[in-house]
């Protein structure tokens, strides 16, 4: 992953647009719990969405990381 983004000549740091597409995903991922009625099975939301978000968040830091780079 690169430093910054470019975007429409504005440099944008990469990991703020990392942690705007992990919270929409998780927005998204939340939806799709609630439709299913999954989030009975937890006791704390607001846990488990902290959670999935650290999750989602390290796993495209992961994906975006140039490759040989040691994290």
């Not at 983004?5 to 647009?17: Q, T």
């Given at each position: 992953?690169?430093?910054?983004?470019?975007?429409l000549?504005?440099?944008?740091?990469?990991?703020?647009?990392?942690?705007?597409?992990?919270?929409?995903?998780?927005?998204?991922?939340?939806?799709?719990?609630?439709?299913?009625?999954?989030?009975?099975?937890?006791?704390?939301?607001?846990?488990?969405?902290?959670?999935?978000?650290?999750?989602?968040?390290?796993?495209?830091?992961?994906?975006?990381?140039p490759?040989?780079?040691?994290?």
């Amino acid at each position: 992953m690169t430093g910054e983004v470019s975007l429409l000549g504005v440099y944008v740091p990469g990991l703020l647009l990392l942690v705007v597409a992990a919270a929409v995903l998780v927005a998204l991922v939340s939806r799709l719990f609630a439709l299913t009625g999954l989030y009975r099975i937890f006791a704390y939301r607001p846990l488990v969405d902290l959670a999935l978000y650290i999750l989602i968040l390290g796993g495209l830091v992961l994906a975006f990381a140039p490759p040989g780079v040691a994290l």
